[in-house]
């Protein structure tokens, strides 16, 4: 792990010699420490007999290691840390609290302090309770100027404002409309957005309504999205109207688009004009 972490921290620094390698796109990184881009403890109840056997101290311990490792290495680009929990609780702030305390503690080569953030963001987020803490460590961070970053949890559903069909990996992340105006004033500064709610927003053929229900789209049945799925967000519904691109509030937008833009709308009011 920590040679993998080395060798990219240098193939996407100033100093690469590859013709194919543009530094300066490379805005920041996020190293998880269990699995993929994340720091999740998995099935900690089989890992008492590793050796040391597993302790909140011990993984505290491992990932103050691996932050000082990143940090000497010199990287140039902005660091971000993953805030996660433990197995399956949903609550436990002992793992992204330290998570976030260790993150800001480091910092890149020209001294700007790591960053930290969730990949559990979705409308069930309310300020009261948040994936990982999130929003209390926000709270609580911000005003020092770290980097704070949030992924949607799964693809979005502008139908769905509460998790009321439960927001998880495999399913979806609700309405961006509430969640991410929401993240946005708790403090978010860098948002990983899912391209498929990108595509949503600003495809004007998200959805090629000539087929049926939605033929030679920007997707197939993707990412938990099936075809119907996708006519009904762009287009709408039943009594819900659709979030695309309409001649209502958009040029160039195929005819019989009926969406209302809501999307676009809600990413250019928190991020700026795309």
Request: charged residues 10%.
């Amino acid at each position: 792990m920590k040679a993998f972490i080395a060798a990219a921290i240098k193939h996407f620094g100033p100093n690469h010699s590859g013709t194919t390698i543009n530094p300066f796109q490379v805005s920041y990184m996020r190293f998880g420490k269990s699995v993929g881009g994340e720091s999740f403890v998995y099935c900690s109840g089989g890992l008492g007999g590793t050796t040391p056997p597993y302790s909140i101290s011990v993984w505290q311990n491992y990932i103050t290691e691996m932050t000082n490792f990143e940090q000497a290495q010199s990287p140039t680009m902005l660091i971000f840390e993953p805030i996660n929990r433990v197995d399956g609780t949903a609550n436990d702030p002992n793992y992204p609290n330290y998570e976030a305390s260790d993150a800001v503690k480091h910092g890149n080569v020209y001294g700007a302090t790591f960053g930290f953030g969730s990949q559990g963001l979705s409308a069930a987020d309310n300020g009261v309770s948040c994936a990982s803490n999130w929003c209390n460590l926000f709270l609580g961070t911000f005003s020092q100027g770290s980097p704070l970053e949030l992924q949607q949890i799964a693809n979005s559903n502008p139908f769905d404002d509460t998790c009321g069909s439960g927001c998880n990996p495999g399913g979806e992340s609700g309405n961006l409309r509430v969640w991410l105006p929401f993240a946005v004033s708790s403090h978010l500064n860098v948002l990983e957005l899912y391209s498929l709610d990108a595509d949503l927003a600003y495809d004007p053929n998200f959805c090629v309504l000539t087929g049926s229900p939605c033929d030679t789209g920007s997707y197939g049945a993707l990412n938990g999205l099936t075809t119907t799925q996708q006519h009904d967000y762009f287009q709408g519904a039943g009594t819900n109207t659709g979030v695309g691109l309409g001649p209502s509030c958009a040029t160039g937008t195929q005819g019989g688009a009926n969406g209302n833009c809501e999307y676009s709308k809600k990413i250019n009011e928190a991020q700026g004009y795309h």
